[in-house]
């Protein structure tokens, strides 16, 4: 057992909140994947936030509970740089955009985070590279899942990872930190709207399929401009109680066909 591992072990024992700390290594072995050919840049968000004095980012009522924070993003063409400022997230949660984006947006913030007065928007992603199964159990909103909640999410994906051996042969997959995730490579497909709507009927016909009354394939997830949590990080939704931790976000297999 590792000593985070231990760390982990211990906060859910006692009942004490143990902030781990960003994988760095998960979190560029995800983005080499991602970005494969390398193609425009890539968003890095992060809502809600404040600095502390150290440089590190916080979710901003960690600091200050009359705090509402600010959403920070950068946009990056240099993964080593995104890599580095990920790992200064600290009790946030910090997302990336999963197609490429136009390397326009460099010129609001290059390379680096800083407090955002725009985004990512869907006519700045310049191609359809990568349809997105967002895997979440049924639970009341802004809670992190139970065990028992995640367990079944990683079975529904692992559902669908076995039945759809050609959409496996393709994917990226792991956890969301309260649920799971599959990205299938696309063909780098224009973004227009007939492209756009292929994806979506995609994406309904999968929850139409593998949808039940405890997992759900969230449809909502077909805008180009969709921000996917960065594998490494932790998930900081609502307040994190031994019942319902934070976790982190995993990046747990891909298929020989997954990157380009």
């Known amino acids: 057992m590792t000593m985070l591992q231990y760390r982990e072990l ?74 580095r400022d990920a790992s200064r997230l600290t009790s946030v949660s910090g997302y990336v955009t999963i197609n490429p984006v136009r390397r326009d947006l460099l010129a609001r913030c290059d390379n680096h985070l800083d407090r955002a007065r725009h985004t990512t ?53 792991g956890k969301s930190g309260n649920g799971t995730w599959i990205l299938v490579r696309l063909p780098d497909y224009p973004n227009d709207a007939e492209h756009r709507r292929i994806i979506a009927e995609a994406v309904r016909s999968i929850a139409r399929t593998y949808d039940d009354d405890q997992v759900i394939v969230d449809s909502a997830t077909i805008n180009p401009a969709r921000l996917i949590g960065l594998p490494g990080t932790i998930k900081t939704k609502g307040s994190s109680r031994p019942e319902r931790p934070w976790r982190r976000v995993t990046f747990d297999g891909a298929g020989p066909n997954a990157v380009g």
Request: aromatic fraction near 8%; proline fraction near 6%.
């Open 121 to 173: 928007k869907d006519e700045d992603v310049l191609a359809l590279r990568w349809m997105y199964l967002d895997i979440d159990p049924l639970r009341p909103a802004d809670v992190s899942s139970t065990d028992e909640e995640l367990a079944a999410a990683v079975r529904r994906r692992d559902d669908i990872l076995a039945a759809e051996p050609e959409l496996a042969a393709s994917a990226l997959w």
């Open 10 to 83: 211990a906060s859910r024992q006692t009942g004490k909140v143990v902030i781990p700390q960003v994988l760095p290594a998960v979190a560029r072995r995800f983005l080499d994947c991602l970005t494969a050919p390398p193609l425009g840049c890539v968003e890095l968000r992060v809502m809600r936030a404040s600095w502390d004095r150290f440089g590190n980012l916080h979710r901003a009522d960690q600091i200050s509970r009359t705090h509402l924070g600010s959403t920070f993003a950068g946009w990056y063409d240099d993964l080593a740089r995104l890599t």
